[in-house]
C-alpha cells in the first residue's frame, strides 16, 4: 500500500481546461513559448486568426495563419 493520492491531483488529469477548442476543432496551448515564428498551436496565433476572420468561409486561410505566425 501506498500513498493514497488526494482527490485535487485526481482531478487535474481530467480537467483540460487549459486546451480551448473552437469550432473548427483548433486546439491551443496553455502557455505561449514566443519562438519565432510562433508555433500553430499558440494562444496568440489563435487570437489572432479569430480577430481576422481566418475561419470564415472567405478567407484565404493559410496567408493569414503565416501572417499571425509572424513575429
Known amino acids: ?8 491531483h485526481k482531478n ?5 481546461k487549459h486546451q480551448a477548442v473552437s469550432a473548427a ?3 491551443t496551448k496553455k502557455k505561449c513559448c514566443r519562438s519565432n515564428p510562433r508555433c ?4 496568440v496565433v489563435y487570437t489572432r486568426l ?14 493569414q495563419l503565416k501572417h499571425a505566425r509572424r513575429w
Open 40 to 43: 500553430k498551436k499558440c494562444p
Open 25 to 27: 476543432g483548433w486546439k
Open 1 to 8: 500500500m501506498g500513498k493514497k493520492k488526494s482527490a485535487k
Open 50 to 63: 479569430l480577430k481576422a476572420g481566418a475561419f470564415d468561409e472567405g478567407g484565404d486561410f493559410r496567408e
Open 12 to 16: 487535474k488529469k481530467d480537467k483540460k
